[in-house]
């Protein structure tokens, strides 16, 4: 019940509901009336809803030039001046909520079709309060500023408000249903010294669709967030459709060069692991080679000790390890004479061989 009494006061309010912009104010003053001296007004101000149809670009007298450019530097505020029959009535139903959402093209004397569009600006459902909502309570001005970097030139600028009061529904299932959308194209001649060019390439025709979740949506259901069609929002200083690609060429050369100082940082790790390791190793025979010294005494030669045997010397010597001195040698007069008494008993047994 509570969704038929929200569709028939939409049903109801739809008459009086409608807008288009009457024109343009940069950095706060008024540049006057823009309708069909620089905007490239509609003759009603009928929503489109055939995302097919060209009129979805530009309305319908899209494709009729007009005289006049609104002259605007890169970087100043410019706001759209919506109205619905008179300046300053109620600019468009209250059930007509939904997003505004702002986008720029090379200057073409055509109806804008194709995929020239980059988007640069938006505002769509913040929690609590609509794009509509704010436009309403601001007596019809929807604020947004010009890229700062943005090149000079001649530039079509499209405005839009997209009505959701009846989108429960595609337009192509149900052609009495559907959002309703109110674009407005106008014409300006940007100055300053910036090089950035537009370049996002979005092309209405094919870039919304009925499957768009911003475009096919419930307004009287439950939701939380809302999810405004079309590209992202153009940074104003690099490239639209090429500022992915750039972010992700860098993005995989910062990876790359990451991982190559991971593996060097590892492989150095690992080399002084092993490095330490080899060292400790090392250390570790030479205390326990010390302890040993230390605490085995020195052999005292006497004659039992001589060796007499080369066969017997090769037993000992492969059997019997070497136990590395690191104290003074022994000094002292009973020294000497056990040393004097060795040479004597070696001379002996050489000459008994």
């Known amino acids: 019940m509570m969704y038929s009494i929200a569709s028939a006061l939409a049903l109801a309010s739809t008459v009086a509901a ?185 092309d209405f025709n094919t870039g919304y669709t009925y499957a768009d979740p911003g475009i096919v949506f419930n307004l009287y259901g439950s939701f939380t967030s809302y999810t405004i069609p079309g590209p992202e929002v153009w940074d104003g200083a690099s490239s639209g459709s090429g500022s992915s690609a750039t972010k992700t060429a860098a993005a995989t050369k910062t990876a790359a060069a990451t991982s190559a100082a991971a593996a060097e940082t590892t492989a150095a790790a690992e080399t002084s692991a092993a490095a330490v390791a080899t060292t400790s190793a090392a250390e570790a025979v030479v205390v326990t080679t010390s302890a040993a010294a230390e605490n085995t005494p020195a ?14 010397t090769k037993v000992e010597s492969e059997t019997t ?9 022994s000094t002292g007069c009973g020294s000497r004479r056990r040393r004097r008494s060795a040479r004597r008993s070696i001379k002996k047994l050489n000459g008994s061989i």
């Open 18 to 202: 409608h807008a288009q912009v009457y024109g343009v104010w940069v950095n706060g003053v008024d540049q006057g009336d823009g309708r069909s001296a620089y905007i490239r007004s509609p003759d009603n101000n009928n929503p489109v809803k055939d995302l097919t149809s060209a009129d979805i670009v530009c309305n319908v007298n899209g494709g009729k030039a007009v005289t006049d450019f609104v002259s605007a530097a890169a970087g100043d505020k410019l706001t759209f001046e919506w109205y619905h029959d008179n300046r300053g009535d109620d600019i468009i139903a209250a059930s007509h909520k939904g997003p505004i959402i702002t986008y720029i093209a090379p200057y073409t004397e055509t109806d804008g079709t194709g995929a020239i569009w980059t988007k640069i600006a938006e505002d769509g459902y913040d929690g609590s309060e609509w794009a509509v909502d704010k436009l309403i309570a601001a007596g019809g001005k929807a604020d947004f500023t010009l890229p700062d970097g943005l090149a000079a030139g001649q530039y079509l600028i499209r405005q839009e408000i997209i009505a959701l009061h009846e989108s429960d529904a595609a337009y192509n299932e149900n052609s009495a249903r559907g959002a309703q959308f109110y674009p407005s194209c106008i014409q300006f001649e940007v100055t300053g010294s910036g090089s950035a060019v537009p370049d996002q390439d979005f």
């Open 321 to 329: 390890p070497v136990a590395t001195a690191t104290g003074s040698p």
């Open 299 to 312: 052999p005292t030669p006497t004659f039992s000790t001589i060796v007499t045997s080369a066969a017997v």
